[in-house]
């Protein structure tokens, strides 16, 4: 990453520290870790170290993960607030992880998460990984790959330098850079947008993907793209962590997000489904989410492979 001089320079080095994981644990780097002082992550530690299996959920799950005593995770940790690396440089934390080591808890499990690239998750199911708790909002075309689960909500937001200085109106990116992470739901949402403008006759979006969401907002801060288009709790916290973003216009395409696991994952689903509600239910989730500011995306029941 180039460092442009005197105040630009010093803003990414911002956003870097705000929302970064811009490369993978097992991989170094010099890029400073997100700061996750924002969150009260030791109250969340003692929220889960107190949480004590459940039978009726632990029976649930497939023999061979509960021989093993492990449920593996896998998530691109480079997503802010959700799971990016901390600042030891290797733990992985956020909401996310939060979430699905209290599953395990109630499971009777521990749980492992890795770090890779969104990608590659998916195909990873199964195999590699037992589920991926990476901020995959549920779509038609992910449930014919894999089973999702539902356990948050969040909806697609925008956001671009302060003061707006290229007039960018959010119901026409057309002949705007667009900032996206790949492989996430806005660069679908941003390629169709970019055929409409092509039908239409206008200038066509020039859509810049990354493989770090981080790098995405880091753009978009140094002036390289127009427009940051991310999960909206992801766009919140760019804007309140760099303070070098405004949000362009609201919140749209609310959907929910699911937790990952193989088109025949054996019941683990069902575990999940079940471990979730019960999370729900007793107030867990909703002290957990509130930890990191991210409440808001509470949902009230978890779904399997919900229809929209």
């Known amino acids: 990453m180039k460092t442009l001089r005197h105040a630009a320079g010093a803003t990414l ?24 002082s924002k969150a009260d992550t030791a109250s969340n530690a003692q929220i ?21 005593g492990t449920l593996r995770n896998g998530a691109a940790a480079n997503y802010a607030p959700a799971e990016f690396i901390d600042t030891d440089g290797s733990t992985i934390v956020g909401y996310d992880v939060d979430y699905i ?5 109630l499971m009777g499990l ?11 998750l998916i195909p990873a199911i199964g195999s590699k990984y037992d589920v991926s708790v990476s901020s995959f909002t549920t779509t038609p075309e992910r449930q014919k790959q894999v089973t999702m ?34 492989g996430t739901a806005q660069e679908t949402a941003a390629q169709q947008k970019l055929k409409e403008c092509t039908k239409a006759g206008k200038k066509p979006i020039d859509l810049l993907t990354y493989a770090s969401q981080s790098d995405a907002t880091t753009n978009v801060v140094g002036g390289k793209a127009d427009v940051l288009y991310a999960d909206s709790v992801i766009t919140a916290y760019a ?13 749209t395409d ?13 019941g683990l689903s069902k575990a999940i489904q079940a471990a ?22 509470l949902v009230k029941t978890s779904q399997i492979n919900p229809e929209s």
Do not use: R
């Not at 080591?101 to 808890?105: C, D, I, L, M």
């Not at 521990?110 to 990608?119: E, G, I, L, Q, S």
């Open 101 to 105: 080591t209290a599953v395990g808890k």
């Open 13 to 36: 080095a911002v956003v870097a520290l705000a929302v970064s994981g811009c490369t993978y644990a097992s991989e170094e780097s010099e890029t400073p870790k997100a700061d996750s």
């Open 149 to 182: 689960t539902t356990y948050f909500k969040a909806g697609f937001s925008m956001a671009v330098p302060k003061g707006n200085p290229k007039k960018v109106s959010p119901d026409d990116l057309c002949g705007h850079s667009v900032a996206v992470q790949t």
């Open 110 to 120: 521990k749980v492992t998460t890795a770090n890779a690239a969104f990608p590659t």
């Open 48 to 68: 889960i170290d107190s949480i004590k299996t459940d039978p009726t959920i632990a029976a649930m799950v497939p023999d061979d993960i509960k021989k093993s």
């Open 276 to 297: 979730t509600q019960k999370l729900i239910d007793d107030g867990t989730m909703k002290k957990l989410l509130a930890s990191w500011g991210t409440e808001d995306g």
């Open 254 to 266: 609310a959907s929910k997000l699911g937790v990952v696991t193989a088109k025949n994952d054996g």
């Open 239 to 251: 804007i309140k962590q760099t303070s070098q973003l405004e949000a362009l216009g609201g919140i």
